[in-house]
């Protein structure tokens, strides 16, 4: 009987590629972590309505003009004062973060912020703005879609879970360091570049050599024989510039919400019942090879949220969020949740 394209799935190992699920036993060898849980079912409802707008009492920054408008407010308010508190408190601490909910962050709304330091938070607002702003973090939203072709386990445990929010120290860190490791069946079957452009010297033998023994070195000092998934998991990490130290950057069930980036999961089965070694790795290796998404946005598929698409045409991407930086203004005035 030949293997199935993924391993079967259960609800606890979903559960395990939590932040706060992994965090703890990770923290020496990760990037530094808040973790706020559980969320109130009124965040819940924030983050499911209509509309991108900013709580009542988050923006740290003016985002109003001086005039005050006389009309009611017609749509929702929301206010989250504790939850403004604690983010405050994790900027205080580490300067900026990005932030992630259960198992997904907000890299789809990154246009948001300023280019020059995208998923970078100073405020609540920020925070607000990326999560309100992105598809990707709907994802967590709904247990249905979070255990979606899963096994029920053993002990017959529940789909309810804790929303909860990670506010991760922010770094500028060179993209072409990230990698996405693949393991089935506890063995590292294969490295990819995450960054899709090219860069000659990630075609370097030495360098790869480097790179596959850095990260498999980390892996069987920590993750081989910890990680709380199982043996099957797909996990994310960002090398030192001189490519010789890792750290654990995120956990992903190895299934098909997790992007093999530039492998397939065929390919991925291929190599597991090759059971090959040392682990694969893939770079882009060559222009051409990255012709097909080098000057393709990532995430464009969902980049503009409908009610963006109004204003955008005939703008550069130069300033685009300047004009969306305006028109939030000019929505406070109507608004007072901020409703873009």
């Known amino acids: 009987m030949s293997p199935l394209l993924f391993p079967p799935i259960t609800r606890s190992q979903v559960l395990a590629c939590q932040v706060s699920s992994w965090y703890p036993i990770f923290a020496s060898i990760t990037i530094k972590t808040i973790i706020i849980r559980p969320l109130s079912s009124g965040f ?79 405020s609540p607002a920020d925070v607000y703005l990326l999560l309100k702003s992105s598809d990707f973090v709907n994802f967590d939203l709904d247990p249905v879609i979070v255990f979606e072709g899963c096994e029920a386990d053993q002990e017959g445990k529940s789909m309810n879970y804790e929303l909860e929010l990670s506010l991760r120290k922010w770094y500028t860190f060179d993209t072409s360091r990230e990698f996405r490791c693949f393991v089935r069946d506890n063995v590292l079957l294969g490295i990819s570049q995450r960054d899709p452009n090219y860069y000659n010297f990630l075609n370097s033998s030495e360098i790869q050599v480097t790179v596959r023994n850095t990260i498999e070195r980390l892996w069987r000092e920590n993750l081989m024989m910890k990680c709380p998934v199982g043996s099957h998991y797909v996990f994310d990490v960002l090398l030192t510039r001189d490519f010789r130290r890792a750290h ?25 019942m ?66 873009l």
């Open 44 to 122: 819940r409802d924030y983050l499911l309505a209509d509309g991108v707008y900013i709580p009542t009492g988050a923006e740290d920054r003016t985002y109003l003009s001086n005039e005050e408008s006389d009309e009611d407010d017609e749509g929702p308010s929301y206010t989250f004062p504790e939850l403004d508190a604690q983010i405050r408190q994790a900027i205080a601490l580490f300067g900026a973060v990005f932030p992630k909910l259960n198992w997904s962050s907000p890299k789809d709304a990154a246009w948001m912020l300023p280019r020059s330091s995208p998923l970078k938070c100073t």
């Open 248 to 272: 654990l950057i995120d956990i992903n069930p190895f299934a098909r919400r997790t992007d093999p980036l530039l492998f397939t999961y065929q390919e991925l089965l291929d190599l597991a």
């Open 274 to 339: 090759g059971a090959s070694y040392p682990p694969k790795i893939a770079v882009v290796n060559s222009q051409g090879h990255a012709e097909a998404t080098r000057n393709a946005p990532a995430y464009q598929h969902n980049m503009l949220p409908f009610e963006a698409l109004h204003f955008s045409a005939g703008r550069t991407p130069e300033n685009f969020s300047d004009a969306l930086a305006a028109e939030i203004i000019a929505s406070q005035k109507e608004h007072d949740g901020r409703l």
